[in-house]
């Protein structure tokens, strides 16, 4: 059973400071990985991909993957309470769907 | 470019009833996955179409089921509803099959009761 493994959280943190979501996952052949974001009542929202080890930044997001160790991780800076949401992360590996971790709450305090 | 459309928004259905939902990919977008997203088990896979043929299916019971049509639309249909249906059907489009950037539509909030 392919697993993504993600803290529930809550994550609190103040305005302005840098938010980190982890992520772990079980299956050694994972090729591609997703961040989204998805706020109370609506749809994930695509946020972040990430394809190879290193780290992928795109505004104020940073996506750090870590093959070896099984771990994707989400970087926010300058966290806004905007920012607010429960963030998913998600893996497949071959032509296999998508395999969603439950998520983790963030909250950013004004 | 318009996203993902989905109707209806909101459904209420009575146990063993059954519905259908449907779901407009993202245009030139040629694969529709559906998803069953519930606050206990998390976002969870129930099927890929492209090109009018699933691809991929995730552990449902038969009761789950759906097609696509030659313009890339698709519908799910759930039969002899259960209270534990209940939740938000999400559909995510991607350029073809395979392409797992998805983009979600807004989903289906389905309440059986």
């Known amino acids: 059973q392919k697993e993504v493994e993600q803290n529930s959280g809550p994550l609190s943190v103040p305005e302005g400071a840098i938010a980190s979501l982890n992520c772990t996952y079980s299956?050694?052949?994972?090729?591609?990985f997703f961040w989204y974001r998805q706020y109370s009542g609506k749809s994930p929202e695509l946020i972040m991909s990430?394809?190879?080890?290193g780290d992928k930044e795109d505004g104020r997001f940073t996506a750090q993957l870590n093959k070896a160790s099984q771990y994707v991780s989400l970087l926010i800076r300058d966290s806004q309470p905007s920012d607010s949401a429960t963030y998913l992360c998600?893996?497949?590996?071959?032509?296999?769907?998508?395999?969603f971790g439950k998520g983790t709450r963030l909250s950013v305090i004004a | 470019k318009a996203g993902v459309t989905q109707t209806p928004r909101y459904l209420i259905k009575t146990r063993g009833q059954q519905v259908t939902l449907s779901c407009s990919p993202i245009?030139?977008?040629?694969?529709v996955s559906w998803y069953q997203q519930t606050p206990g088990q998390g976002l969870q896979f129930l099927f890929e179409?492209?090109?009018?043929?699933?691809?991929n299916k995730g552990n449902f019971p038969g009761r789950f089921s759906g097609r696509q049509f030659s313009n890339s639309r698709s519908e799910m249909n759930v039969s002899t509803l259960e209270l534990g249906d209940s939740a938000l059907y999400l559909c995510?489009?991607?350029?073809?099959?395979?392409?797992?950037?998805?983009?979600f539509g807004p989903g289906t909030r389905l309440t059986v009761t």
């Open positions: 995510a489009s991607s350029l073809y099959s395979g392409d797992r950037e998805q983009y």
């Open positions: 299956d050694r052949g994972s090729q591609s």
């Open positions: 990430i394809y190879s080890n």
């Open positions: 998600a893996t497949h590996s071959g032509n296999t769907p998508l395999v």
């Open positions: 245009s030139g977008h040629r694969s």
């Open positions: 179409y492209f090109s009018e043929t699933q691809r």
